[in-house]
């Protein structure tokens, strides 16, 4: 062991980064070999930090045996020399998978030999400079993209002759250039100037789907598997390759594989947007496949609700799929596994096999036969749960060894009932439902990036088509809980009412407080397709709603805290029709009539006893404009109760035409419907409620007392008496509303989805 720190720190690894590469036994096994092979060549103190560095990467992004020894000797004889020769070399063997190599054509490909002058240099540098010399003062760093006209060039060198150039044409830099500007956070931007800034960057806001026709993460064409970083190249790659390419005529393939033991939520969507919108861009298919193999957790209602959701976000699944159709196949394949030698019976307990230092299995190398025997005992239901479970035998990326493959649990199955008493675990099935059903891109988030070893392992250890595992970075949110054991306590503990209570950001929660599905796609798209872990703040989510509902929520009035009106020079009985525009920035999609008469309300706020600076609505002394109805209204008296608390105003009216012009015009409703509305914040007051150092005491300590306010008695106008569940309104100065499933025939119930415009305190 000191033996190999020794080696690995003598190349120029820091002894921690050697610490790590040791245990990761294949990586560690490879560089060893490299740099042993170096050693030979140019003698101990001969392979320097650049050749280490070199070696090292190479045995980190390859792992086909034969052609690490191939790249090795290249880099020991200073063949490949950089890292873009190495970028290429990797390109090249990955392309190449048939021996042997065509030595010629590989050296031409990654420019072995090719020497590039300082005077090559200076005339590609100074061709740039004269194209865009009136561009210059914006490109002082950007000008290093000459490079790309000089593809082996030393990136230093080019990057000296740019400072030299930009230098003479421009001078010395100024004390302006110097002075160091402010740091502004995107965060602080107005929504128009972020929006701008990323249209300046990239030169449009791209749509997902043209984030994922186009070239986003670079993924492989189906049947080019083995060009990807990782992928392992058996004898019968090829063959296999052709064969799924002959059964799917080179489609795009891919699938959303959700466990059915929970309700999704916003980190999900990206998830579907990912899966179906990679294939619906690319005209291929997505599989809704069930993870279904851990019957304890499983219940029918998330089955029902993962394809409602699926369905609501505008996807329709080429199949619904469960891994359980495959039991028997999947049993058949272990078997196999068993024969060929790779997987074993092991009798260690659950608490024994945790972390990553668990000891190795004292029956790891029990024989084949015995194994068999004992797996088909498990399968009869002979033994304990816990007693024995089937273990693979490899090592995972991070170091966990020998991952089970199968554990017995007596609990009946959501579909096979008790047909079976042992269950896959998702190392083993993932990969395998993948290749039963020729998926070409199996997309995953980035934590299962330590899984992807294993996933390839087993696809080729059982000589069946392997598919390739792509990670992307998963979303998340700040002011929310999306784990299915924390959702579970905030409903037990009575702090939400269920799974789709609208202060949570499951995908049902947010349909039921009235989010649009086109919203949410509209924001993974803005999140966009990257490799990176994600954390958004909720109103980004807000803004991508309210830019919807703008456009297809009608408007009505309604008053939340109402005080009554009395018009005391219309007559008692008066009554007239007010037409209101359903979208008033275009009249032509439609509008409905109101009554008005003498009798109407306002909101309590829109009316102040005593005028103070700024307040632009009605006062004694201020007379306001009621919306849509053409009158000014101006007080006449203000009515108390015993408390002193104003309960109504008398006040006389006017037509607008005849007024001077108000300073404001104020909503109200007239003959209205008693409607309850709920008015939601967020459910935690910090960031991250998960975080000890933010939340020392648990999340369940950080809910915000005043995340819902009911109001049992605001009005609404008439107009909105037929509307149906989820229906969606903006009621006018008051926000954007959707009607909640707990309403009746007599009462309609209404949530407030966002406010009109965002808090800046948010922000």
Not at 188 to 215: H, P
């Amino acid at each position: 062991m000191a033996d190999t720190l020794t080696l690995f720190t003598s190349i120029g690894l820091s002894e921690q980064k050697a610490k790590e590469t040791m245990k990761n036994e294949a990586l560690s096994s490879a560089l060893k070999e490299a740099v042993t092979q170096a050693q030979r060549v140019h003698g101990a103190s001969g392979v320097d930090k650049a050749m280490g560095t070199l070696l090292y990467n190479m045995a980190s992004r390859l792992k086909d045996a034969k052609r690490l020894a191939f790249l090795a000797d290249s880099i020991v004889q200073r063949k490949i020399c950089t890292e873009l020769q190495l970028a290429a070399a990797l390109d090249f063997v990955k392309s190449h998978p048939q021996d042997p190599i065509n030595q010629k054509e590989f050296e031409e490909a990654c420019g072995v030999g090719v020497v590039i002058t300082p005077e090559q240099i200076e005339d590609a540098v100074s061709a740039y400079t004269d194209q865009n010399y009136l561009l210059l003062p914006s490109l002082r760093g950007v000008l290093r993209e000459a490079r790309s006209a000089l593809k082996w060039a030393d990136g230093k060198v080019i990057k000296n002759e740019v400072d030299m150039q930009v230098l003479h044409l421009l001078g010395p830099k100024t004390e302006a250039d110097l002075e160091k500007k402010p740091k502004v956070k995107l965060q602080q931007l107005f929504k128009w100037e972020i929006w701008l800034f990323a249209f300046f960057l990239t030169g449009e806001v791209k749509s997902l789907m043209e984030q994922l026709r186009g070239e986003a993460l670079k993924f492989h064409k189906p049947g080019e598997n083995f060009k990807t970083e990782g992928y392992v190249v058996t004898p019968n790659t090829m063959s296999l390759l052709k064969k799924h390419l002959d059964l799917t005529g080179g489609q795009i393939r891919t699938r959303f594989p959700p466990e059915p033991n929970g309700i999704l939520h916003i980190g999900h969507a990206k998830a579907i947007n990912f899966n179906f919108g990679y294939a619906k861009a690319n005209n291929g298919i997505c599989f809704l496949r069930y993870d279904d193999t851990n019957p304890e957790k499983e219940e029918e209602k998330y089955f029902t609700a993962i394809k409602d959701m699926v369905e609501w976000l505008g996807y329709k699944p080429y199949a619904v799929t469960h891994a359980s159709d495959n039991f028997q196949q999947l049993y058949d394949l272990a078997v196999d596994l068993i024969r060929r030698g790779h997987a074993y019976v092991c009798h260690q307990r659950g608490e024994e096999l945790k972390g990553h230092n668990a000891p190795p299995s004292p029956w790891r190398d029990r024989p084949i036969e015995e194994s068999l025997v004992l797996f088909e005992r498990m399968k009869k239901g002979l033994f304990a749960e816990g007693e024995a479970t089937l273990r693979m035998k490899m090592v995972m990326e991070d170091g966990k060894m020998d991952p089970v493959a199968y554990r017995i649990k007596y609990t009946p199955h959501h579909r096979t009932g008790d047909e079976w008493c042992i269950y896959p675990t998702y190392d083993y099935t993932h990969c395998l439902c993948d290749s039963i059903e020729n998926i070409t891109h199996s997309l995953c988030t980035k934590e299962f990036q330590a899984r992807r070893s294993s996933y390839y392992w087993l696809c080729n250890a059982l000589d069946v088509y392997c598919p390739v595992q792509w990670e992307y970075g998963r979303l998340n949110l700040t002011y929310t809980v999306v784990s299915k054991r924390k959702i579970i306590k905030l409903v037990e503990t009575g702090v939400v009412r269920d799974w789709d209570d609208p202060r949570l950001f499951t995908l049902t929660a947010l349909r039921r407080r009235g989010f649009p599905p086109e919203a949410i796609n509209n924001f993974c798209a803005r999140v966009g397709v990257t490799v990176s872990q994600t954390t958004t703040e909720p109103h980004l989510l807000e803004s991508c709603v309210r830019d919807v509902l703008n456009d297809t929520a009608p408007r009505a009035m309604a008053v939340l805290e109402p005080l009554k009106v009395t018009i005391t020079n219309l007559p008692e009985d008066s009554q007239s029709d007010v037409r209101v525009p359903d979208f008033p920035a275009n009249e032509a999609k439609g509008s409905h009539m109101v009554p008005f008469t003498c009798t109407i309300f306002i909101e309590q706020s829109d009316f102040r006893e005593v005028m103070e600076k700024g307040y632009k609505r009605l006062t004694p002394e201020q007379p306001v404009g009621l919306r849509h109805a053409g009158y000014v209204i101006s007080v006449q008296k203000v009515i108390k109760d015993a408390q002193g608390n104003v309960v109504e105003l008398e006040v006389n009216c006017c037509r607008s035409e005849t007024a001077e012009k108000p300073k404001a015009f104020i909503h109200w409703v007239s003959k209205p419907l008693t409607c309850e509305v709920r008015l939601y914040e967020r459910l935690f007051l910090h960031k991250h409620p998960e975080d000890p150092s933010e939340v020392p005491n648990g999340f369940l300590s950080d809910i915000n007392p005043n995340s819902l306010q009911v109001i049992s008695s605001a009005l609404v106008d008439t107009s909105v008496k037929g509307a149906k569940v989820f229906d969606k309104f903006q009621f006018e100065r008051v926000g954007y509303f959707s009607l909640d499933p707990d309403s009746t025939a007599d009462k309609l119930i209404f949530n407030r989805t966002v406010t009109l415009k965002e808090d800046p305190g948010k922000i």
